[in-house]
């Protein structure tokens, strides 16, 4: 296990998406050998998502992590379950959302948030909506963030 993928899993988690984790951690029971003694505790854990946020958190301070590239991943995944129409708008703004409350404060949190922002002023009425579909599809392609000034008018 990479500190990237514990630490996708680590955000995953703490937004409230369980769905992958298990996944997750029976591919890593299949494919580690000898299994680590983190995983052990993530087995351990199972069933205990407090537990397993504790575990993992733990584990991606002992080292560098590369979270740009886990946030591109975040990105990434959310484009295409988007394109493919199994996520709505709706669905990728309320996740964007969820990313913005756990991940400290960065590009990418900001970016999460002022999108978040941008589609509740574009669904009461006060902005263009293409716009923020250009805008949503701009970040998801290629991380691209928005000048919320424009946004305001200003």
């Known amino acids: 296990m990479t500190r990237e993928e514990a630490y996708y899993e680590y955000i995953k988690l703490l937004s409230g998406d369980t769905e992958s984790y298990d996944a997750w951690l029976n591919s890593l029971l299949d494919t580690e050998v000898p299994p680590s003694n983190t995983l052990l505790s993530l087995v351990d854990c199972r069933g205990n998502v407090n537990d397993a946020q504790r575990c993992l958190h733990l584990y991606c301070l002992e080292q560098p992590v590369n979270e740009s590239a886990v946030y591109e991943r975040l990105r990434l995944e959310l484009l295409k379950e988007?394109?493919?129409?199994?996520?709505?708008?709706?669905?990728?703004?309320?996740?964007?959302f969820r990313y913005s409350k756990v991940i400290p404060s960065c590009p990418f949190e900001r970016r999460c948030r002022d999108l978040s922002d941008y589609y509740e002023l574009a669904e009461a009425g006060w902005e263009d909506m293409d716009k923020f579909d250009a805008a949503l599809i701009a970040f998801?392609?290629?991380?691209?963030?928005i000048d919320m000034t424009g946004v305001w008018g200003s």
């Open 140 to 145: 998801l392609r290629h991380g691209d963030g």
């Open 82 to 96: 988007y394109e493919a129409g199994s996520l709505t708008k709706d669905a990728v703004v309320a996740t964007l």
